[in-house]
């Protein structure tokens, strides 16, 4: 393939290439774009020139990048953030800010982050948006792509080009409906695990981490229903016999609709904010992620 000059590159042919190794898709490169998928397949021809490689290679249906494309997706990465970093505004001024700022989140984070946040917001800066998108186990490549700002929940990133705080810490409990004969009564860990029991499964893949030391305890929970959200589990305990165990801040939240109990699985875990390089050095996102470290602050004085 004839080689072009590589100062004809310009960020948008990189940013076009970050995508499609972030998606490994022509197709979903161009849906997250904006564009048709010829354009996408120009930029990618003009740079195959440029680097004398490949880039990409077909695998199956689909595309893996190749050794070179991934040494040139970290470097171009970097400099597509820096670039970035050098256009962002030195001063932010809340009150008169108009933006939309992408937060990926789960259920918990909505319950107890997000409503002090929307508040703080609505006061400071109400030209703000936040648009909340679910992370379910997707957050990491959410963010990777560029699909949301932040990503905040129960996961661990430890690969370089993200960068990390941790905001809270919780464990979980039990909640059971007033009228349940068991409440007010500490369970043993055997005692507990019969008790009829709503597992909530989140809707996917990722598993509730007191099931995990249930299972290290050789154990079995006399799982009766499932359900992919702890929404409306006041509604399902009414007047039964079950229990279910979800984190004390979700149970706070349900106020007195139920009784908490403690959970012989407490598996302590933290709720963790990622954000990437290409927002680290902004002025708006710097203040907003102070911002919800004072939220998180905050909640920590109502304890763990």
């Not at 109400?126 to 648009?131: A, E, I, T, Y």
């Not at 957050?139 to 792509?145: F, M, T, V, Y």
């Amino acid at each position: 393939m004839p080689a072009l000059d590589p100062m004809t590159v310009d960020f948008a042919a990189l940013k076009v290439l970050r995508l499609v190794h972030a998606h490994g898709s022509f197709t979903r490169a161009a849906e997250a774009l904006g564009v048709n998928q010829s354009t996408v397949s120009y930029a990618i021809d003009r740079l195959r020139k440029v680097f004398k490689d490949p880039l990409f290679v077909r695998q199956g249906a689909g595309i893996v990048a190749t050794d070179r494309c991934e040494e040139i997706v970290a470097a171009a990465g970097r400099m597509v953030d820096e670039f970035a970093a050098l256009t962002e505004p030195r001063d932010f001024d809340p009150a008169n800010a108009r933006a939309t700022i992408t937060v990926s989140c789960n259920f918990y984070e909505r319950v107890t982050l997000v409503p002090p946040l929307v508040r703080r917001l609505r006061e400071l800066a109400p030209g703000l948006k936040l648009d909340i998108i679910s992370s379910t186990v997707q957050g990491k490549e959410q963010l990777a792509r560029g699909e949301s700002d932040l990503l905040i929940g129960p996961v661990q990133i430890t690969e370089g080009g993200f960068y990390g705080r941790r905001l809270i810490s919780d464990h979980y409990v039990c909640v059971m409906a007033p009228d349940n004969m068991l409440a007010g009564q500490i369970l043993n860990a055997r005692e507990f695990v019969a008790v009829p029991q709503v597992v909530v499964t989140y809707g996917g893949n990722w598993r509730s981490s007191y099931l995990t030391e249930i299972d290290a305890a050789g154990l079995v929970p006399n799982t009766v229903m499932e359900v992919p959200s702890p929404a409306n589990l006041p509604d399902l305990l009414t007047c039964t016999d079950l229990i279910a165990t979800v984190p004390l801040r979700i149970a706070r939240a349900y106020g007195d609709q139920v009784v908490i109990g403690e959970c012989p699985f407490p598996a302590p875990f933290g709720i963790d904010l990622y954000w990437t390089s290409r927002t680290h050095h902004s002025a708006m996102h710097k203040w907003l992620r102070g911002l919800l470290g004072r939220i998180a602050e905050d909640l920590k004085q109502d304890g763990p």
